[in-house]
């Protein structure tokens, strides 16, 4: 008769092996981060070009979750220039400057891609 014993677990082994899948995401994740920014840049209405080049994105990650952050760092006095110019803004002498809806048509395209990509992965198993 042939027995095998072992002593321990594979906890070393798992965490390696979930850190190498956590790495291989980061470049999807990226690749979507860097589309969406280039997809919000030139969606940006363009006065100065000071917004529109203003766009970034950071990978966030929390139990067990990733997500990707989009940023604008075109602060003037207090306000987020790309807020101001979807919502709209009031104007010093009582006026009101109607915003513009340019963030959701520009970055949906990517939401669709990254939602295809997920599904086609999910059904690939």
Partial sequence: MITFRSKGDYSKA????E???EKAKLG???KYGKAGVDALSSATPVDSGTTAAS???EIEHSAGCSKIVFTNSNVVKGVNIAIILQYGHGTGTGGWVQGRDYINPAI???F????K???EEVVSV
Wanted: proline share 4%; hydrophobic share 45%; aromatic share 22%.
């Fill in 28 to 30: 999807v994740l990226d």
């Fill in 14 to 17: 798992t965490r390696y092996f």
């Fill in 117 to 119: 990509e997920a599904w």
């Fill in 55 to 57: 766009w970034g994105y």
């Fill in 108 to 110: 949906q395209p990517v």
């Fill in 112 to 115: 669709d891609q990254i939602a």
């Fill in 19 to 21: 850190k190498l899948r």
